[in-house]
Nanobody, 124 residues
Framework: QVQMVESGGGLVQTGDSLRLSCAASGRTFNAYGMGWFRQAPGKEREFVSA????????SYADSVKGRFTLSRDIAKNTMYLQMSSLTPEDTAVYYC?????????????????WGQGTQVTVSS
């Protein structure tokens, strides 16, 4: 069983940057893709960014495009989300998960092996 562990969340101010990590551990990791989602209080979980593991092709939600950068370290089975120009609207619990082959990258039901989440809070 592969486990996804997020880290790097915290409390920052508007305009600050933060880097999240998502490490896959456990049995042999062989993912088609991975993704980041976030969920703010009272809101549905929303897509943030996704990557196809082998090719490194990345997709972003419009709300984070130009501010967030997703990358991966294949040797470490780790994915990173570099977040900059943060605003209070980015406040949420951020989750990473593995993506199933073939489905839309922006739908949460195409993902499995969700991590426990890491809280990001941006103060104004």
């Amino acid at each position: 069983q592969v486990q996804m562990v997020e880290s790097g969340g915290g409390l920052v101010q508007t305009g600050d940057s933060l880097r999240l990590s998502c490490a896959a551990s456990g049995r042999t990791f062989n993912a088609y893709g991975m993704g980041w989602f976030r969920q703010a209080p009272g809101k549905e979980r929303e897509f943030v960014s996704a990557i196809i593991w082998s090719s490194g092709i990345v997709s972003y939600a419009d709300s984070v495009k130009g501010r967030f950068t997703l990358s991966r370290d294949i040797a470490k089975n780790t994915m990173y989300l570099q977040m900059s120009s943060l605003t209070p609207e980015d406040t949420a619990v951020y989750y990473c998960a593995q993506r199933r082959f073939g489905g839309p990258y922006y739908l949460a039901n195409q993902y499995f092996n969700w991590g426990q989440g890491t809280q990001v809070t941006v103060s104004s």
